[in-house]
């Protein structure tokens, strides 16, 4: 499996998904791509990319299949539907899930892909856009570890980091924890923005001030521009509920108590049931700078030892 001659079948052509196929076809591989929407691939088939015209034609005639898909159903639809993986797999083909979805979902394909003897491994990517197009995403993987060694050509084509995390659904595990942190660290930015401002403090000035401090991330220094700036425009979907659903499902199934999650869950809710909503992190940044307004003749006074 550690060859460039390997031939990659590519399901789900987002905005993750373009780069990601670009490093691996500069790595040297064969790499046929599908996605439902055919106009996303035109510009990869342009690049040296073959076109597929459904999952299990990629099945039939690939080495490797790897998926990164928006959610569970389509995860499903991927591997059992009409024209999924199953319809046209054939002896040696393995499977990556590069997906955020919930563990459930996955432990119902990895029960479909064992009955066929396909390995599967899930493989969750962190980072984004800018990141993969960097070629420095970093990747959490579970199920065979046979599978990922044998795969660790391949993912060091995109990602920096590879890491080994279980044999089952670790991964997918791992990968909610991280958008946890993500999720509730942002609204706890939010919080202190809100705070800062109700003091008088301006958001540019405060938010350099956490980046040059103990509590700075890689998180806040990356989003800083567009946080400082209040930019809306910014309309990354990972402040969907999704994600953070299916975390609290997890939570729920497994008795993990979780009031802060819980908090932000609501918080997230707010902001995508607006007439508006803005689904990036800086909408999260902004909720409660807008729960908490503050008129600009107002500064003066709040300033502390007024």
């Known amino acids: 499996m550690a060859t460039s001659k390997i031939r990659i079948g590519w399901i789900g052509v987002g905005a993750m998904g373009q780069p990601i196929c670009r490093h691996?076809?500069?790595?040297?591989?064969?790499?046929?791509?599908?996605?439902?929407?055919?106009?996303?691939i035109s510009a990869l088939v342009s690049e040296g990319a073959?076109?597929?015209i459904s999952a299990g034609e990629l099945a039939g005639k690939c080495d490797l299949i790897i998926s990164m898909v928006w959610d569970d159903d389509g995860l499903?639809?991927?591997?059992?539907?009409?024209?999924?993986?199953?319809?046209?797999?054939?002896?040696?083909?393995?499977?990556?899930?590069?997906?955020?979805?919930?563990?459930?979902?996955?432990?119902?394909?990895?029960?479909?892909?064992a009955r066929h003897d396909i390995p599967y491994l899930r493989a969750p990517v962190s980072g984004s856009v800018p990141v993969a197009e960097a070629g420095k995403l970093t990747i959490y993987a579970s199920g065979?570890?046979?599978?990922?060694?044998?795969?660790?050509?391949?993912?060091?084509?995109?990602?920096?980091?590879?890491t080994y995390v279980g044999t089952k659904e670790e991964g997918r595990i791992v990968k909610l924890a991280i958008n946890l942190?993500?999720?509730?660290?942002?609204?706890?930015?939010?919080?202190?923005?809100?705070?800062?401002?109700?003091?008088?403090?301006?958001?540019?000035?405060?938010?350099?001030?956490?980046?040059?401090?103990?509590?700075?991330?890689?998180?806040?220094?990356?989003?800083?521009?567009?946080?400082?700036?209040?930019?809306?425009?910014f309309t990354v979907r990972?402040?969907?509920?999704?994600?953070?659903?299916?975390?609290?499902?997890?939570?729920?199934?497994?008795?993990?108590?979780?009031?802060?999650?819980?908090?932000?869950?609501?918080?997230?809710?707010?902001?995508?049931?607006?007439?508006?909503?803005?689904?990036?992190?800086?909408?999260?940044?902004t909720l409660m700078e807008d729960i908490n307004p503050v008129a600009a003749e107002d500064l003066a006074s709040r300033l502390p030892g007024s």
């Open 238 to 285: 990972w402040a969907s509920p999704k994600d953070l659903e299916i975390a609290m499902s997890v939570a729920k199934e497994t008795g993990a108590i979780m009031p802060i999650a819980s908090l932000v869950q609501q918080y997230i809710r707010i902001i995508t049931n607006r007439p508006m909503p803005q689904n990036g992190f800086t909408a999260l940044t």
């Open 181 to 233: 942190i993500l999720q509730m660290s942002t609204a706890i930015l939010g919080e202190v923005l809100a705070f800062g401002a109700r003091a008088g403090v301006d958001r540019s000035t405060l938010m350099d001030a956490i980046n040059d401090s103990i509590v700075a991330s890689p998180h806040y220094a990356v989003r800083s521009k567009s946080i400082k700036q209040r930019d809306l425009a």
């Open 24 to 40: 691996l076809l500069k790595a040297g591989y064969a790499l046929d791509v599908y996605d439902k929407d055919p106009t996303k």
């Open 76 to 113: 499903r639809d991927v591997v059992l539907g009409p024209t999924g993986v199953l319809t046209g797999v054939r002896t040696g083909i393995s499977y990556i899930d590069m997906s955020t979805v919930s563990p459930k979902v996955s432990e119902e394909i990895a029960a479909q892909l």
């Open 50 to 52: 073959s076109a597929g």
């Open 144 to 162: 065979p570890r046979i599978l990922f060694d044998s795969c660790q050509e391949i993912l060091k084509a995109f990602s920096t980091k590879q």
